[in-house]
């Protein structure tokens, strides 16, 4: 089993930074990538950023030009910068990780999920 365990969200102001972090532990082979969502009640589970083992960084729409993703893959840990918060972005991020368990017989590749961390832009 692996443990995903976020940090760093809270509230801020709008035009405010905030720096998510999410670190993962137990059973893990190989990471492939991590990444945030967010969720507002009655709503989808939207993509904010991806971070890949290669480097590769995906961001959704509404984080291009205010956010940044990184994975520090010796730490198991993705960050998430997020800079010229609106409200709008208000949300429960969840961190999530592409992780290759060992198993008996080899690796199996399974999508994990923490239990997210409440962001909150207000005046």
């Known amino acids: 089993q692996v443990k995903l365990v976020e940090s760093g969200g809270g509230f801020v102001q709008p035009g405010g930074s905030l720096r998510l972090s999410c670190t993962a532990s137990?059973?893990?082979?190989?990471?492939?990538?991590m990444a945030w969502y967010r969720q507002n009640p009655g709503n989808q589970r939207e993509l904010v950023a991806v971070?890949?083992?290669?480097?590769?960084?995906t961001f959704g729409d509404s984080a291009k030009g205010r956010f940044t993703i990184s994975l520090d893959i010796a730490k198991n840990t993705v960050y998430l910068e997020m800079n010229n918060l609106k409200p709008e972005d208000s949300a429960v991020y969840y961190c999530?990780?592409?992780?290759?368990?060992?198993?008996?017989?080899?690796?199996?590749?399974?999508?994990?999920w923490g239990q997210g961390t409440q962001v909150t832009v207000s005046s």
């Open positions: 999530s990780a592409r992780v290759s368990e060992p198993t008996m017989i080899g690796t199996l590749e399974r999508d994990f």
């Open positions: 971070a890949s083992r290669g480097g590769t960084t």
């Open positions: 137990g059973n893990i082979h190989t990471i492939h990538d």
